[in-house]
């Protein structure tokens, strides 16, 4: 088979289109993946979430007079959004989800144990720097989390270190 000058200058074309094509995909996808600390299973922790929970944790250890290295802070945060990802899923694919009454239960009892929402709040966010929104979604966590435990037949750190084991975990943070 033999192609002519015209064919040979379009196959050419398409080849070099394609060539384009992929590798600023390529460059997309890495482009995409600056902005992102970790990803789990295809699921991405974004470095901007990371960087607000070290901040958190950072400022609660400052608070308490507490000694840290910034490079463990960061890892050990890290580990736990990755944990909290891993929970999320199995929560997820097993239908294990918090209602609004669980939470709002749960945060009456927190505002109950502290005398008032005004003083729970100003405790948090003198502990932790964070805001009511913020708090609430920790607590909405902290309950799923417990929910998730309830449903394991083994304690949900052996779990989740067999399934840390078992996931593509790519850590991409670089601070």
């Known amino acids: 088979m033999t192609f002519s000058k015209t064919n040979k ?36 922790i974004e470095q901007e979430y990371l960087d607000d929970e070290v901040a958190s944790r950072k400022h609660f250890q400052e608070v308490n007079n507490q000694d840290s290295n910034n490079e463990d802070l960061e890892q050990d945060t890290l580990r736990l959004l990755v944990d909290k990802e891993l929970i999320e899923r199995y929560a997820d694919v097993n239908n294990i989800y918090v209602q609004q009454q669980e939470l709002d239960e749960y945060y009456l009892a927190k505002v109950a144990s502290a005398g008032s929402e005004d003083e729970l709040l100003s405790e948090i966010y003198r502990l932790y720097g964070i805001d009511k929104n913020r708090y609430l ?39």
Not at 141 to 167: G, H
């Open 9 to 44: 200058i379009f196959l050419v074309s398409v080849f070099s289109t394609l060539v384009v094509i992929g590798v600023s995909l390529w460059l997309w996808r890495y482009i995409a993946d600056l902005s992102l600390a970790a990803t789990v299973n295809g699921a991405g």
């Open 137 to 175: 979604l920790n607590l909405s966590y902290d309950i799923l989390r417990s929910k998730v435990q309830s449903s394991l037949d083994v304690p949900l750190q052996d779990w989740l270190i067999e399934v840390r084991n078992n996931s593509r975990i790519l850590l991409l943070s670089n601070s």
